[in-house]
C-alpha cells in the first residue's frame, strides 16, 4: 500500500491519501476518527451500491458508526443542487449533527456531490472519501475541490472543503467500466504532461498492463498521480497560482461537458464523458501552444498518439459551436476579469499558464478537432 500525506497550511490540518486493496476497514477507521457522534451518511450511487454497498456498511458498523445509504442515480446529471437538497432532506431523517460525518464510497461525481453536502450541511462536516474509480482516484477525491453543475456551466456552485482521509481502492478498478476507465488515464495523462515526464514514458511503455487493469501498475500510476496533484495542492490549496496547471485541457473541455450537458450528455455523436472532453481540450489547447510556437510537433504527436492508445478521442465527429463555447469560457470559473486563463505545455513534464489567447486562436483549434 502506498501513503501520500497532504498537508494545508491554511487549517494547519493533513489529509491522507491511502492507495491500495480492500481499504473499507481503513475508510471505516478514518471515518470515526473524524466524528463525534456514532452516526454518518454513506453517500453512493446505484451502481456501487450494488457491489460495495453492504460491505461499506459493514465496515462502518465494525468501527462503531452507523451509516444511513443515501443512493443517487448514477452520472452527471445527479450533481444538481437539486440532489444535494435530497442529500440535505436524507441527513436531517438520519439525524445527522455537527459532529456527524460523511463518507463518499464512488466516482468523481459522488465525491464532488458528497464532498458539497458535507462542506454545506449545518456549515461543514468532515467527510471521507472511498473513490472507486480511476478518475476519484487520481482528481476528484483528492484537493478538496466539491462542486455541483449549473444548467449553464459545470462545477460552478462549489466550494473547497477537504476530506478528513481519501481511499483510493486499486481493488474497485477491477468492475469499472471501460469507458470510466479512459476517463481517468485522461487525467492521469495530464498529470505526466504537466508535471512528470518520466510518468509519461511509463504510460507508454505499460499502455497493454494498464489497459490489462494489471493491480501492480495501476496502483503505480495512481500513486504517482496523487503525488503530483498533492504537491501542487500543497504549494497552492485555493487555486491562487500553481495550481492553476491542474486545468491543462479543462478550459476548452468544461466548455465541450457544458454543450453535451445541454444536449443531453452527447455531443459529435458521442457521449461526452469528463475524459473524453479532457482529451480533446488537450489536443486543442496543445495546438494553441504549437502555433505559438511553445512546443514543438513531436510533443504534441506524443500526446496525441498517448491518448489514442487508451481510447481517448483526439478529434470530434462534428463541428463545435465556436461561440458557444467562447462564451461558456468567459462564464467558467477559471476565468477572471473576463480573461481566460489556459495552460500551454511547453514540453512534457512542464507547461505555462497564459491570460492572453485570442478568439481566433481558441476558433482554430476547436475547427482543428473536427
Not at 469560457?329 to 513534464?349: N, S, T, Y
Amino acid at each position: 500500500m502506498h501513503l501520500v500525506n497532504v498537508r494545508f497550511k491554511s487549517t494547519a490540518s493533513a489529509c491522507a491519501v491511502r492507495i491500495g486493496s480492500n481499504l473499507l476497514p481503513e475508510a471505516a477507521a478514518e471515518a470515526r476518527a473524524a466524528a463525534r457522534s456514532r452516526n454518518a451518511a454513506l453517500v453512493t450511487d446505484a451502481n456501487v451500491a450494488a457491489l460495495y454497498l453492504e460491505r461499506a456498511r459493514d465496515a462502518l458498523r465494525a468501527a462503531g458508526v452507523e451509516a444511513a445509504p443515501l443512493v443517487v442515480p448514477p452520472g452527471e446529471a445527479s450533481k444538481t443542487l437539486e440532489q444535494a437538497a435530497r442529500l440535505y432532506d436524507g441527513m436531517l431523517r438520519a439525524g445527522l449533527d455537527r459532529g456527524s460525518a460523511v463518507v463518499a464510497l464512488g466516482g468523481g461525481v459522488v465525491t464532488d456531490l458528497a464532498g458539497f453536502a458535507a462542506a454545506t450541511y449545518m456549515r461543514g462536516l468532515p467527510w471521507v472519501a472511498v473513490a472507486t474509480t480511476l478518475l476519484a482516484q487520481v482528481d476528484a477525491g483528492v484537493g478538496g475541490k466539491t462542486a455541483v453543475d449549473h444548467p449553464e456551466c459545470k462545477n460552478l456552485v462549489g466550494a473547497f472543503h477537504q476530506p478528513a482521509a481519501v481511499m483510493a481502492d486499486v481493488g474497485t478498478l477491477a468492475t469499472l467500466p471501460e469507458e470510466e476507465l479512459r476517463t481517468g488515464l485522461a487525467e492521469v495523462v495530464k498529470h505526466a504532461v504537466i508535471r512528470d515526464a518520466d510518468l509519461f514514458a511509463l504510460l507508454e511503455a505499460q499502455a497493454a498492463r494498464i489497459l490489462a487493469r494489471d493491480a501492480a501498475v495501476l496502483e503505480d500510476i495512481v500513486a504517482r498521480s496523487v503525488g503530483i496533484k498533492a504537491d501542487v495542492v500543497m504549494a497552492d490549496e485555493r487555486e491562487a497560482d500553481l495550481r492553476r496547471i491542474l486545468n491543462y485541457g479543462h478550459t476548452i473541455g468544461h466548455a465541450a461537458e457544458s454543450l453535451a450537458l445541454a444536449a443531453g450528455g452527447r455531443l459529435g455523436g458521442a457521449t461526452m464523458t469528463h475524459g473524453r472532453a479532457v482529451a480533446l481540450g488537450m489536443i486543442a489547447e496543445a495546438r494553441i501552444a504549437e502555433r505559438r510556437g511553445l512546443v514543438g510537433r513531436a510533443v504534441v504527436e506524443r500526446q496525441r498518439r498517448l491518448l489514442e492508445r487508451f481510447g481517448l478521442p483526439v478529434r470530434l465527429g462534428a463541428p463545435l459551436d465556436p461561440e458557444r463555447c467562447l462564451a461558456l469560457m468567459r462564464h467558467d470559473k477559471k476565468a477572471e476579469g473576463g480573461r481566460m486563463r489556459f495552460v500551454l505545455p511547453e514540453a512534457i513534464g512542464a507547461v505555462r499558464v497564459v491570460a492572453d489567447v485570442t478568439d481566433e486562436e481558441i476558433r482554430e483549434a476547436l475547427g482543428a478537432l473536427v
